[in-house]
């Protein structure tokens, strides 16, 4: 099983709708969530990161949390165009230093 | 400009022919890292190095040398490539109080025939 899982898509909706993507891990000992955005032919770059269980808000984007489940959530509100990315989730321990992510999932985001 | 940069960009070789990747940051980051992203699998994660002459394996480090003679630079060596390492290469670096965010340089697609 690997340790972070996430639906590898494609995900693909209208402009403005609200987008949720999903991941599962397996690591306890997981305290830290980053969400990463990959467009095509580039590297990733960081969204934003959490720590431990809850909420994060950073403009159109929000990270959850729920480490009771394991799961961790982005929402997308307002999604446009140029949202149009594969979005990595990733996860690590507390003093860790590796990083371990999920395959990623694909979106694509209609006009 | 802020960034990470890899040489080269793409690369097409043979079985067995040693080849080297590089990496450079010039944002004095501590933290350097080399990963592979293969369609499925995801972003894995070859070696590290948190500092000059400190460097460890990753998830995936065999068939892969590194070595960190400067904190700028990382260098990725195959030292006899094979077809399974044919993949995309992304190298990263952060900072150790920033260590969440990481700076991905802009990959290299490597084939190996």
Redesign the interface.
Known sequence: QKE?E?D?GPLSVPEGAIVSLNCTYSNSAFQ?F?WYRQYS??????LM?TYSSGNKEDGRFTAQVDKSSKYISLFIRDSQPSDSATY?C?G?NTGG????????TRLFVKA | EAQ?TQNPRYLITVTGKKLTVTCSQNMNHE?MSW?RQDP??????IY?S?NVEVT?K??VPEGYKVSRKEKRNFPLILESPSPNQTSLY?C?SSGLES?????????TRLTVL
């Open positions: 972070v996430q590898p830290y980053m032919r580039k590297g990733p770059e960081l990161y990595l990733a690590r230093f590796k990083t371990i992510f999920g395959a990623g | 990470v933290y990963y499925g699998l995801g972003l894995r994660q590290y948190m460890d990753g998830d992304f990263a260590y969440n965010e990481q700076f991905f340089g802009p990959g």
